[in-house]
């Protein structure tokens, strides 16, 4: 039945028409409507680029809505999309930065506080965002906002305009926290996110590999490729007509001149072997050819192990899966593909990017591998140095890291984290006077960092530089109640001072924060041992 609306609102009796019958229907109301991800690179700045393929989201799907949503409660935004075709979850497995999630409840109009507007400042910037449950087509989205706060420790100042034109602030807020604010209230209540836990998570799939055994066609076993170069497998079989279609294509491409591009193709006919080496030979596929076996077909397809044929598979010299394609390839498609990877491989941004996939595992000895790899192509690059400093200081080549370091700082003498990781280094070779300095001075750029003022404060008690050992522990709590390695140094000095009660308490709030913190327990053991007072 349609309608017309218009005629609705004016009172009127609008006319109608029926269809009869059925229609079969595929696709989109308007057109096959794919999902679209639009980069910015810069922060503040018009730069926007088309990035879905290159984050893996361009489904082949009919989309229809898209909320960012911080699904497993992380601290980072994940994605929720709705196709015609279904439901995806997206999570966010990029490195984690500092965020802020804020919640209000307005006191003088409806409880929800719709549209109250926030203006959020941290590490010098201010941000702002406006409370709705709906955003976009189709989508209802948390009223909770999120503020991504780069690497800023605190904030500096939250600024709520609500509903009722009452304008509210508060200052000195912790990052990485919920923080609910109710109208007309000074304080905030503070809080840590609620994570899944580990055990609710859906488990991993493990990841596609090549590097499996199967037969050969001309006997003998071995895997399908090796990593170091891009590799294409085509999962085939000489009864399909999409895959007798795409040979010859896959034919040409593998016998171009593309330097260091491996091809593999698996049959998934096993039994009528015959007829596999024949349409071999006929389509002049002089790339390696297998035939499939059940942990292959796992590997690529699922627990099921049913392929859909057919299938090309192209993964980077990685070993990582960039683009599948489960149908017939079409002229040229294949090229474009192959090329891009190319290109790609010889950019520091690839190798940068492989280098946080290392350091997020925990495995800094292949991270610099590819940090290497990164200063080949730009040696000046800050960022590069300083990820190589830390990872060959977590190695323990102190002297080295010592080195990388001062060329991040040579070529960017702003590069707080670089200059405190230096400071880091000397205090580790006892050269804590040197340390010392670099602490202050990585304070002068980044402000009043609670890990940093911490660190400051350790090292100056080791110097019994007590005055300014006490200055910045409690600079340290100021700019974050919730750090609780502040809350066990300034334990720590109380004992030096023989201020058991405040040592108590201070030592007790760093548990209440981080109960995994053995040494502020060892301390309260110590201290009721000796019946201190």
Known sequence: MVADARLLEKGK??????????????GSWSGYERDDYFHNPDGASARFFRSSYVYGLDFDDDGRSAVAVDIDGDGDLDLALQSLQGLRLMENTSPLRQFARVRLTATKTEKLALNAIVHLTAGGVTQQDYVRVIDGYASQVPRDLHFGLADAASIEEIRITWPSGAVQVLKGLPSNRLIEITEGQDNARVSELKRWPEESRPKRKPRISYDLAAEKLEGGQSALASKGAPVVINFWAPWCAGCVEELPELARIASSDRMGVQFAGVSVETRKKQEVQDAVAKFGLKYPQFYANEALLKSFFGDAGEAALPSTFVLDAEGRLRRVFRRALGSGELDG????????????????????????????????????????????????????????????????????????????????????????????????????????????????????????SVAAAELEMWPKSNDAADRAVKANAEYAPAWLQKGKLSIVSKDYKA????????????????????????????GAK
């Open 337 to 456: 593909v192959l090329d891009s990877l190319k290109k790609e491989g010889t950019r520091k941004a690839l190798f940068m990017r492989l280098a946080g996939e290392k350091i997020d595992a925990g495995k800094p000895e292949e991270a610099l591998l590819h940090l290497d790899r990164a200063i080949e192509i730009s040696p000046d690059d800050a960022e590069a140095w300083f990820h190589k400093g830390v990872c060959l200081f977590q190695t323990g080549k102190v002297e080295d890291s010592i080195v990388a370091l001062r060329k991040a700082i040579q070529y960017d003498a702003r590069q707080s984290k670089a200059i405190y990781n230096l400071g880091v280094a000397m205090v580790k070779q006892k050269r804590t006077r040197e340390g010392i300095d670099l602490y202050e001075q990585a304070l002068g750029i980044e402000g009043e960092n609670a890990g940093m003022l911490t660190s400051l």
């Open 13 to 26: 009796n609008p006319g109608t028409s029926f269809f009869e019958g059925s229609q079969w229907f595929r």
């Open 503 to 530: 040592s108590r308490e201070h030592l007790n709030k760093a548990l209440e924060l981080d109960s995994t913190l053995a040494e502020a327990r060892q301390y309260l053991f110590e201290l009721d041992r000796l």
